[in-house]
């Protein structure tokens, strides 16, 4: 029973806008739900499979902004068939279809078809924002149609995609007209870009903060261009390649120095690192630097760019910094809160790589750190136990020792007791991700103290089963659990099935687990897809052979039964 | 976290021993938990092997030495997806490498010393600093070069190292950090100390 009217609720409603918090509302009450569903806006779907475009548009015909998110998260490091699925053309079609007023989509790892892009941007007239996060599929031809027909976009973020470059002339199709234009990224581009049509685009977008070009950019350009848009917050530079006695360059030091709302830095495809000084006093006023697409940038030169970044908050970097490197960032970056250190040499033997020393410096010297992505050589177990002490405030933990099953170095032990610190100490933890070697301890640690995780990715760990239902069984929040091999087998998947529709997702492959378990699963667990994935041995793999060891399995809860654009070789069960 | 930990081990052991699955293949020998910890070295190369039931895709060496030794392995096997890295970075570090060993390709230079038959030539990127590049020149050409300083140069040698850069100007070895030198060294000479004296440097 409500003892307002309607509008004064949904007008409350308003002032609700996580989306967890609006699910909430939805749950209370019928009226509640009826109110809360005309009046969302902003509709966030973590599976698009776990929900059909038609039902989505049907209960929320007033939405505005969709974000959708497709493939497994491992499907970023290859190991999900490209066919897979997760196409975003049905959704595009449904929205279109009912007229929703769309005006910004955001996509993560999708795919997304030049046809489907067309379709966007001819079907919504208000259409403002397009972010597309590790998609493929698509074609600058698919750019070219939004540019022409998204009269009013002001967002168009293309980040890590895998886009065909058919160096078409899309950002000349941009209208004249259009200059609403606020965020442009396309780093990711592969190909040759118009230089006059991108300057003449900047001239005319006076609302401007965000650009970030690609590699084709050369520093001249990129000159001209800052002296049109001295007012971005947000630059992503391109091909950085001068003579430091060169015009373009000194042109560029005093043109910078106009620049004085840059806050965030990126680029450096390619890089002449004595160049660098001219960007100083833009460090000084940083608070995200990106320099992990820049190998160019290192040693002595590294170092004094990171010395002028005092107010620096998220760094992201590659491991050619050092441990070294890593202690003038700790010394310097006091209020840095993410960090990410990728590898630079992913195979090689990795001379300049970093190890616990430089963790344990971050840990000393920036106490506001909430966000580690860290590659490295080697951990111990008395480093992660002294991070955690530094530390205690993490949300997400991931941690990916090169060579996966590495013991501790100094001590020859597993790893179990250091990332038991980490869980043990940061209450707030809600994601991390385990490397080294590690037995089923550390799950026992995690399902112990690990109440608020929600997502966990385990690789080449645990020795039994028990590892798995430790796990299962402590931690309450759990949403996303994602498995490589791992000796996890039935016995883990079957205890609890009821489990996994309290969880979004549960991926295991090249586990123990076996063909007839995954079916029982099914059969109990309505409301999952069960899909098992198997693209080699073909032939040799047969449905009903149930001692049969599964390759890869992905499990999912849904409100839509088994889906219908499946390749040949994923099997619902 | 010791006393904790026991009580719920066992509990659980009770329940899950007989059902436990075990790794690697029938009639090998069991590993339990407590002997987990005396054997690591071998757990992790043999685990490796057993958890890896698919091997097509992994091409890794099995070490013959089972002493845990820290060294990497001359082969470094590639498992798939590892590490996990989006392949968009891992497609351009592969592009950046390729760019960089193109342009790092051109660091042979040739060395001459003054009053030497024919020159040499080597490889820059050989050397991580000064002492080392120095060291390797004085071996190669059977001199001493002098003590660096800032404010006099090399004193108390013969030889005075000195190389081309971008510009073509003639500089000093040692004045500018290593990278910088490295980028920009198009070619060495070895002065003879009483040139360089000639031109106003040393003593």
């Known amino acids: 029973m409500n003892y307002f009217p309607d509008e004064v609720i949904e007008h409350v409603f308003d002032y609700v806008t996580t989306h967890k918090d609006r699910n909430a509302l939805s749950l209370v009450c019928k009226s509640w739900y009826r109110i809360e569903r005309l009046s969302r806006l902003r509709v966030f779907i973590g599976n698009c499979y776990a929900i059909s475009p038609e039902r989505t548009v049907e209960r929320f015909p007033g939405l505005r902004s969709l974000t959708l998110k497709g493939k497994p998260h491992f499907a970023d490091f290859n190991l999900v068939p490209h066919e897979w699925g997760g196409f975003v053309f049905p959704w595009i079609e449904a929205l279109a279809r009912s007229r929703v007023a769309l005006e910004e989509l955001r996509l993560k790892r999708m795919v997304v078809s030049d046809e489907s892009l067309e379709l966007l941007s001819r079907s919504f007239a208000n259409f403002k924002s397009l972010v597309l996060v590790s998609c493929e599929g698509f074609t600058t031809d698919g750019l070219a149609a939004i540019a022409a027909n998204c009269r009013h976009l002001r967002e168009l973020d293309l980040q890590e995609n895998e886009i065909e470059d058919n160096r078409g002339q899309w950002l000349s199709c941009f209208a004249d007209n259009c200059t609403s234009l606020v965020s442009l990224n396309f780093a990711c581009l592969k190909g040759e870009i118009n230089l006059a049509a991108l300057e003449r685009l900047v001239a005319r977008s006076p609302d401007l903060r965000v650009l970030r070009v690609n590699r084709a950019v050369p520093l001249d350009a990129l000159q001209k261009i800052l002296m049109k848009a001295p007012q971005l917050v947000d630059l992503g530079t391109g091909s950085y390649v001068t003579d430091s006695r060169s015009d373009a360059y000194n042109k560029l030091k005093s043109t910078l120095l106009k620049c004085q709302s840059i806050r965030s830095l990126s680029g450096f495809l390619e890089v002449v690192p004595w160049c660098l000084p001219a960007f100083y006093p833009v460090c000084s006023n940083l608070t995200s630097l990106n320099l992990s697409y820049a190998p160019g940038i290192y ?275 | ?134 060291k390797a020149l004085e071996n190669m050409f059977k001199f001493t070069v002098g003590e660096y300083s800032e404010r006099e140069g090399y004193k108390g040698s013969d030889y005075v190292p000195t190389y081309e850069d971008k510009d073509g100007d003639w500089m000093l070895v040692g004045d500018v950090p290593w990278d910088m030198f490295m980028s920009s060294c198009k070619r060495l000479r070895i002065m003879r100390e009483s040139e360089a004296r000639g031109l106003g440097w040393g003593v």
């Not at chain 1, 136990?385 to 530390?391: E, P, R």
């Not at chain 1, 490397?435 to 990715?457: H, N, R, W």
């Not at chain 1, 049969?548 to 088994?562: C, F, H, I, N, S």
């Open chain 1, 299 to 573: 040693g002595f030169e590294l170092i004094k760019l990171i010395r002028h970044c005092v107010k620096l908050q998220r760094l992201w970097i590659l491991d050619c910094i050092g441990d070294k490197g890593l202690s003038v960032v700790a010394s310097t970056c006091k209020e840095l809160q993410e960090l990410r250190v990728f590898p630079s040499d992913p195979y090689g033997l990795g001379h300049a790589a970093v190890t616990e020393e430089g963790l344990v410096a971050i840990s000393v010297g920036c106490p506001k750190l909430h966000s580690l992505l860290y590659f490295c050589q080697q951990m111990t177990n008395a480093a992660l136990i002294t991070v955690a002490k530094n530390c205690p405030n993490f949300i997400r933990f991931r941690l990916c020792i090169l060579d996966p099953t590495k013991p501790d170095p100094v001590t020859s032990q597993p790893l179990d007791e250091g990332f038991g610190a980490i869980v043990q100490a940061c209450k707030s933890l809600r994601r991390l991700s385990l490397t080294g070697l590690l037995t089923d301890q550390v799950f026992l640690y995690i399902g112990m103290y690990a109440e608020q995780l929600e997502m966990l990715s385990v690789a080449f760990a645990g020795d039994s089963d028990k590892g798995m239902l430790y796990v299962l069984r402590g931690c309450k929040k759990l949403r996303k659990l994602e498995i490589r091999d791992c000796p996890f087998g039935d016995v883990a998947l079957l205890t609890d099935v009821g489990k996994y529709e309290t969880m979004r997702s549960l991926w295991m492959s090249s586990c123990e687990v076996t063909l007839g378990a995954c079916k029982t699963v099914a059969r109990k667990m309505p409301s999952l897809n069960v899909e098992i994935i198997n693209e080699h041995d073909q032939t040799e793999f047969c449905l009903d052979d149930d001692e049969q060891k599964v390759e890869k399995m992905y499990l999912y809860r849904t409100t839509v039964g088994p889906r219908t654009d499946a390749p040949e070789f994923v099997w619902t069960l």
């Open chain 2, 1 to 134: 976290m010791e006393s904790g930990m026991a009580y719920e081990k066992d509990d659980l052991m009770i329940n899950l021993k007989a059902t436990e699955l075990r790794l690697g293949l029938p009639g090998t020998e069991e590993e339990t938990n407590e002997d987990h910890h005396q054997d690591q070295s071998s757990l992790s190369s043999s685990a490796l092997k057993n958890r890896k039931r698919h091997s097509p895709e992994i091409t890794r060496e099995e070490k013959s030495d089972h002493d845990g030794e820290e060294t990497a392995p001359p082969a470094k096997a590639q498992i798939v997806g590892w590490p996990p890295i989006r392949s968009y970075r891992k497609n351009s570090l592969q592009q950046m490498k390729k760019s960089e060993a193109a342009e790092i390709s051109g660091m042979f230079v040739k060395v001459s010393m003054d009053g030497a038959p024919y020159l040499r030539k080597i490889d820059l990127r050989v050397y991580k600093n000064y002492p080392e590049l120095l």
